[in-house]
């Protein structure tokens, strides 16, 4: 409604316009109020992003206080040798030394023996016998280098008939190929794991005298996420195995073929795990690449799965429902966070009482988090289900008392409008409270797109959700990825595709720790 610059004379005007002319102003007045709210909350999205959350300062705060201390240490550290005795220091008891603790046992242990430079007795000449020892035990680092491996195969000859005996040559992960197994491993966790693209990796391996070209790199990393195929492929039938899956989608910059400008590609999650309800399946996480969000793509991921789908309200998702074979479980703390953003950017009351509201719910699910879903759901329908009805109460009481165009209204209506999917978790001890475990799963993909910028192409998108799956699965069972990764790229290229299950995570044997590091060291 547009409202004229001048008032007009209110002596000349009826009750009934003046009437009409309040309510206008009124109405006015609330849009300009409602449109400055939102211009707040759009700022203070805006200035997380550009410079981080408070939290991020908390956490620079926090780390010049660590390096503070650090230098109070150092600086005490140092005056104690200088003024204390030599013989009082290597004589003071480990056991009185603050923080101490017995090195790790799967450790190699290289022995140096100081046997005393005499003979015999420096006072009588008396012939000596041991005693006892006394024993002490330095932590020294040997820093992380290439080896070469020759792989020598003696031919013999008979001697009756000439025949020639030779071993077959072992096979490679990259037949032909220069890298073994642990440098495929180390170059796959560095780029997808530790988040360091190729070209870095290649002037670090430059400094330890080794030329590897960044295309040599891409080549590997390219010929094993191919040889790693079957692999990832039944993981990913292990996670759609459920009946209960996370699922959740992030973007990833591609560079476009022939202009060198870059498109959004989509990275899609699948999490299995259902450790938080006492189950012990392994878990897993499979991710999908896509070139765009279109809902086709999880209709085609998830074509065989049958249950409940635990995600966000995205639109493509809602396809999936209609038919009734994957039921939604919607996140509440998707809900919680449209809360969370309105009291940040301006202190809403009403926001604020909201994530106390949710809060109280978060509190029960911390309670039973492991324990068996029967006992879950009791726990849901005696004490979660009551503080649900009121909190839906509450909302649209509060709804109804709010301006329509606000912000705290739209959060409002998000909440009421997902409302059947946010009861379901109360209904189904199996169902968590929200789809965290995706967006755990996706924290990696997050970290790694600050320093790659894009991917090179859909294929190198591809690629990622391979090497991201093996990686993902191997964490949330406990296991080093590097080590995974290297057993089974010593296995891979032999081992039959019809029993490609002896390869998962929960199944392979890994070489023990100690056996690991001392041949890695030595």
């Known amino acids: ?51 981080g959350r408070k939290s991020e300062k908390l956490e620079r705060q926090i780390e010049q206080l660590e390096l503070k201390l650090e230098e109070l240490e150092t600086a005490k550290a140092s005056r104690d040798s200088q003024f204390a005795p030599a013989s009082d220091l290597s004589q003071k008891p480990m056991a009185q030394r603050p923080g101490r603790q017995a090195l790790p046992q799967h450790l190699p242990r290289e022995v140096k023996t100081y046997e005393p430079k005499v003979d015999a007795c420096p006072d009588c000449g008396g012939h000596l016998r041991k005693l006892g020892e006394d024993v002490s035990e330095v932590l020294e680092y040997v820093p992380a280098r290439f080896r070469v491996i020759r792989h020598v195969r003696p031919k013999m000859s008979c001697s009756s008939c000439e025949r020639i005996v030779q071993e077959p040559a072992p096979s490679r992960p990259i037949e032909r190929g220069l890298a073994g197994p642990g440098l495929l491993a180390h170059v796959l966790v560095a780029k997808y794991c530790d988040h360091q693209p190729l070209y870095r990796q290649s002037e670090m391996y430059a400094r330890e005298g080794v030329e590897l070209e960044r295309s040599t790199l891409a080549d590997w990393v390219g010929a094993t996420s191919r040889l790693l195929t079957p692999l990832v492929e039944a993981i990913s039938r292990h996670v759609l195995a459920t009946a209960k899956l996370h699922a959740d989608d992030i973007p990833v910059p591609v560079l476009a073929p022939g202009n060198g400008k870059t498109k959004i590609g989509r990275l899609w999650t699948y999490v299995r795990d259902d450790r938080p309800a006492g189950d012990m399946t392994p878990s897993a996480v499979w991710f999908a690449y896509s070139p765009d969000r279109r809902g086709e793509h999880p209709r085609q991921h998830l074509r065989s799965f049958r249950g409940f789908l635990q995600a966000d309200g995205y639109a493509g998702f809602h396809h999936l429902y209609e038919g009734g074979q994957i039921q939604e479980a919607a996140c509440w703390a998707h809900v919680r966070r449209k809360f969370y953003e309105l009291q940040v950017a301006h202190a809403s009351p009403i926001a604020a009482a909201a994530i106390e509201r949710i809060a109280a719910l978060y509190a029960i699910e911390t309670e039973i988090r492991g324990r068996p879903p029967e006992e879950r759901l009791q726990v849901r329908s005696t004490r979660a289900r009551p503080l649900l009805e009121s909190l839906h109460s509450w909302l649209e009481k509060t709804l109804s008392q709010v301006s329509r165009k606000s912000e705290i209204a739209a959060a409002i209506r998000y909440a009421l409008s997902r409302w059947r999917a946010l009861l379901r978790y109360s209904e189904d001890g199996r169902l968590e409270i929200d789809n965290n475990a995706a967006e755990r ?38 296991i080093d990825p590097e080590a995974y990764l290297r057993c089974v790229l010593q296995r891979i290229a032999e081992h039959p595709i019809n029993r490609i299950d002896e390869l998962l995570p929960w199944n392979i044997q890994l070489e023990p720790q100690s056996l690991l590091t001392e041949a890695l060291t030595y």
């Open 441 to 478: 799963a996706l924290r990696a993909v997050a970290l790694g797109r600050k320093n790659y910028l894009f991917a090179g192409s859909d294929a190198g998108g591809e690629r990622a959700a391979a090497i991201y799956t093996l990686i993902g699965t191997a964490k949330l069972n406990d």
């Open 1 to 51: 409604m547009v409202v004229a610059r001048t008032l007009p004379d209110l002596d000349q005007l009826d009750a009934e316009t003046l009437r009409a002319l309040l309510r206008a102003t009124h109405e006015q007045l609330l849009s300009h109020q409602d449109e400055i709210e939102h211009l707040k909350l759009l700022l203070a999205k805006l200035r997380r992003m550009q410079f």
